[in-house]
Each structure stands twice: as structure tokens, then as C-alpha cells.
């Protein structure tokens, strides 16, 4: 059976939510790909989705632009669960995470983590966000 490549986005959501229980036992963050329409009763929150990117293998590695959004009640706290993001998504492209359909290789930061009010701000000024872009690199899982 020929090998395809794997769902970047729920492999590094799965690798994000690993790492920041493992290495900040952040048993407290939710980890989503798409916003829910109930975020504001999911403090801490981080979205990481794949923002874009391209296979530079069709067969063997895909490379994405991932986006995280990284939101919580103070500024303090949103800006700690950002940086904690990062090394946390760094960590697991450097240990090679994998959940046995594909696997994390490679890791480079684009902007951020910076903070952005948006226009949650106007309407919610409790709100705190911090967004981030990386570069992740996945690949099948072997064997």
C-alpha cells in the first residue's frame, strides 16, 4: 500500500498537547485546531492550525506554516502559555514525536509569539492573545 502523507494539523495539535502537559504540566490548556464557538469558557486556549505550506515530497514530507493563537485572562498568563508553546512544539520536532501515522522532524520559528488584541479587545477586554508562526515539518511514521 503506497504511503500518504499524514494530517500535519492533528499531529502537531496531538505533539503540542503532549509536550505542554509532559514538560509545563499544562493539564489546564485546551488544544484546538478550529476556534470553538465556546472559547471564552476555555481559558487557557491555544489554536494551532496549518496556515500554509506545501509538500516538498508528495510521497515523504509535507512542510507547514502552522499559526498559534494562544489566549487566556491576563496578559501574564497568555504570553507564558505562548512561550510555552514554543518550546513545547520545538521539544517535540526535535524528539521526533510521532503518533504512528506521521511524525515531527523539523522546527523553525517564524514571528512571534506577539501580542495581538484584535478585535476581541473591543468587545471583550479581558481577553488576552498572543499569535505565533512556525515552520513544522511532518513526515509518514516508519514501520
Known sequence: MAMILPDSESL???ALEHH????????????????????IKLFPLVTIRKSSGT????????SGVFTVHCLAGSR????LL?????RALADACL?????????????KEITGPLY??????????DVHRFVASYILYSHPASG
Open 12 to 14: 502537531a495539535r496531538d
Open 20 to 39: 505542554l502537559i509532559r514538560d509545563f504540566n499544562r493539564t489546564d490548556a485546551s488544544v484546538r485546531v478550529i476556534m470553538p464557538n465556546d472559547w
Open 55 to 62: 509538500a516538498r515530497n508528495a510521497r515523504y514530507l509535507d
Open 76 to 79: 501574564k498568563e497568555a504570553s
Open 82 to 86: 505562548a512561550r510555552q508553546v514554543r
Open 95 to 107: 524528539e521526533r514525536y510521532s503518533d504512528g501515522e506521521g511524525a515531527l522532524t523539523y522546527f
Open 116 to 125: 495581538s488584541s484584535g478585535d476581541t479587545q473591543l468587545n471583550h477586554p
